[in-house]
């Protein structure tokens, strides 16, 4: 039972465009969202987050949206760089909890 | 990664045999964290730890062992490998609050 889905294993943008990646999740008891970045045999770093009291949280090009109600969450990079190609893991925690939850990824491929 | 050593970087083992993937860390944080990354799936939580002595099941702890004597190392034992077992494993320290991991740079297994 995957508790938090990415529906889009890929997405190719064009430089200087919008990237958007999107996750949904179904456990009502997450609170707090997190997305990481992932380049080829490196760790996954961490990128933003954002907690449920929020709809919003914006760090330079990357702004994250989340919608309760639909239980989704999106990343948004704009613009989009060369250097953003990689994969994108959203990550779900749920209050009090010490465990993140996983989406399956979506890679980004940024076309110059 | 800087503060989180993961060894061997590379691995092949025959199924039945035994190993031990090393964590260390070097930034004296309590929580450390073991998943594996199977493609299209995600990161999986396989063992994790609150503090040297204490360790707790994640997701996927079978076939898995994990000690913690000490602060800085989080050894995972892999008994009786099986292909199944077949992926890239990587250990994590808990940065601050509400998981902001900073992960190793990975161990890549194949059980042949």
């Known amino acids: 039972d995957q508790q938090v889905k990415q529906n889009s294993p890929s997405l190719s943008v064009q430089e200087g465009r919008i990237s958007i990646l999107n996750c949904d999740y179904t456990?009502?008891?997450?609170?707090?969202f997190l997305w990481y970045k992932k380049y080829p045999a490196e760790g996954p770093t961490f990128l933003i987050s954002?907690?449920?009291?929020?709809d919003k949280n914006e760090d330079g090009r990357f702004t994250v949206f989340l919608n309760k109600s639909a239980k989704h969450l999106s990343l948004h990079i704009v613009p989009s760089q060369p250097g953003d190609s990689a994969v994108y893991f959203c990550?779900?925690?749920?209050?009090?909890?010490?465990?993140?939850?996983f989406g399956g990824g979506t890679r980004v491929l940024v076309k110059p | 990664n800087a503060g989180v050593t993961q060894t061997p970087k590379f691995r092949i083992l025959k199924i039945g045999q035994s190993m031990t993937l090393q964590c260390t860390q070097d930034?004296?944080?309590?929580?450390m964290y073991w998943y594996r990354q199977d493609p299209g799936m995600g990161l999986k939580l396989i063992y994790y730890?609150?503090?040297?002595?204490?360790?707790d099941k994640g997701e996927v702890p079978n076939g898995y062992n994990v000690s913690r004597s000490t602060t800085e190392d989080f050894p995972l034992r892999l008994e009786l490998a099986a292909p199944s077992q077949t992926s890239v494993y990587f250990c994590?320290?808990?940065?601050?609050?509400?998981?902001?991991?900073?992960f190793g740079s990975g161990t890549q297994l194949s059980v042949l």
């Open positions: 954002i907690s449920s009291i929020k």
């Open positions: 930034m004296n944080h309590n929580y």
């Open positions: 990550a779900a925690k749920k209050a009090a909890g010490n465990k993140l939850t």
């Open positions: 456990n009502s008891m997450f609170d707090y």
């Open positions: 730890s609150v503090g040297a002595g204490i360790t």
């Open positions: 994590a320290i808990r940065t601050g609050t509400n998981e902001k991991l900073f």
